[in-house]
């Protein structure tokens, strides 16, 4: 019995090594680490600042971009006046014109919008910038169509173009809590970019009213045309109230200012670059150089003391 103690005492004592040889390996020695630093911090320094430098002199060779931004709320549903304006529905005939942030956000975004802004005010040498060749009034292929094989040749932009460009300097945003949509162009230019926002804010109505005529024109057709073929006084006299209901949309549309929604805030020049931030991407660069170089010294440091 005595022997079995023994031998379970010596294995726990065996044990209590192991661990606490386990222990002093598992310790980390940072003073082995500072050791291994405190030599090269010379080192580090400049070659994060050397790595800020540079960085803030690439950035320098990348355009001023400017943002101008204007915010609109959607206008009164004018559907909602007239509780007789289902009849109409019922018979298949649209009634309603956008009146909701997400129909203006759907009416900024489209494809058809942007060509047309484009082409009217021919916006070409702002949103094509060194592209675009006025003299020639063609497009000249960047070096990433040439590589791809997208263009082989100076052509006369499209709508493609348009879309392109605007896709990417565009910007609408919606602010569900406050029930408006803010539209915002970038381009190099402070000028041009607040003129665009307000080239889509022109073309945004002109087309809200233009669907609106469109749509009381037709609704008002479909109205005479039904009181020509009702027999029935009361369902006349109905028709007869949607149809100067239909006339009063048409003359809003006609003459109403800021006809589909309202401007909060116009757009204006900008007085300040939006991007690039230079100082901030200098300073991003220089602490992650500075981090990279800490660590690529710390883990050389713990591998040459393995190796000792």
């Keep these: 019995m005595e022997d079995d103690k023994k031998k379970v005492q010596e294995k726990e004592s065996e044990m209590d090594d192991r661990s606490q040889m386990q222990i002093e390996n598992d310790v980390v020695d940072l003073g082995q680490y500072w050791s291994a630093l405190r030599p090269n911090l010379w080192k580090i320094a400049l070659f994060s600042l050397a790595g800020g430098i540079t960085t803030l002199l690439l950035m320098f060779l990348q355009p001023n971009i400017y943002q101008s931004?204007?915010?609109?709320?959607?206008?009164?549903?004018?559907?909602?006046?007239?509780?007789?304006?289902?009849?109409?529905?019922?018979?298949?005939?649209?009634?309603?014109?956008?009146?909701?942030?997400?129909?203006?956000?759907?009416?900024?975004?489209?494809?058809?919008?942007?060509?047309?802004?484009?082409?009217?005010?021919?916006?070409?040498?702002?949103?094509?910038?060194?592209?675009?060749?006025?003299?020639?009034?063609?497009?000249?292929?960047?070096?990433?169509?040439?590589?791809?094989?997208?263009?082989?040749?100076?052509?006369?932009?499209?709508?493609?173009?348009?879309?392109?460009?605007?896709?990417?300097?565009?910007?609408?945003?919606?602010?569900?809590?406050?029930?408006?949509?803010?539209?915002?162009?970038?381009?190099?230019?402070?000028?041009?970019?607040?003129?665009i926002v307000k080239y889509f804010l022109e073309e945004g109505k002109s087309r809200l009213q233009e669907e609106e005529l469109d749509r009381a024109i037709r609704n008002k057709k479909f109205i005479e045309d039904q009181i020509g073929k009702t027999v029935?006084?009361?369902?006349?006299?109905?028709?007869?109230?949607?149809?100067?209901?239909?006339?009063?949309?048409?003359?809003?549309?006609?003459?109403?200012?800021?006809?589909?929604?309202?401007?909060?805030?116009?757009?204006?020049?900008?007085?300040?670059?939006?991007?690039?931030?230079?100082?901030?991407?200098?300073?991003?660069?220089f602490f992650l150089t500075l981090f990279a170089g800490f660590v690529f010294l710390v883990v050389r440091g713990a591998v040459g003391g393995k190796k000792g």
């Excluded at 003459?255 to 690039?276: C, L, T, W």
């Design 69 to 195: 931004t204007s915010v609109i709320t959607p206008s009164l549903d004018e559907k909602k006046q007239h509780p007789a304006l289902g009849a109409l529905a019922s018979f298949g005939v649209s009634i309603g014109g956008p009146s909701s942030i997400e129909d203006l956000e759907s009416l900024f975004r489209s494809n058809d919008l942007a060509v047309r802004v484009c082409r009217k005010y021919d916006l070409w040498p702002i949103v094509l910038a060194k592209k675009f060749d006025p003299a020639t009034g063609t497009v000249r292929p960047g070096w990433k169509d040439r590589l791809f094989g997208y263009e082989k040749g100076p052509r006369v932009p499209g709508d493609w173009d348009a879309i392109r460009a605007m896709r990417n300097r565009l910007r609408v945003s919606v602010s569900k809590k406050s029930g408006t949509v803010s539209v915002s162009f970038e381009s190099p230019s402070a000028e041009g970019s607040a003129n």
């Design 232 to 285: 029935d006084a009361l369902n006349r006299d109905r028709l007869y109230s949607l149809l100067g209901h239909e006339v009063e949309r048409e003359m809003m549309a006609r003459n109403r200012e800021q006809f589909g929604f309202k401007i909060i805030d116009s757009p204006r020049v900008s007085d300040r670059v939006y991007k690039p931030r230079r100082g901030l991407a200098a300073a991003l660069a």
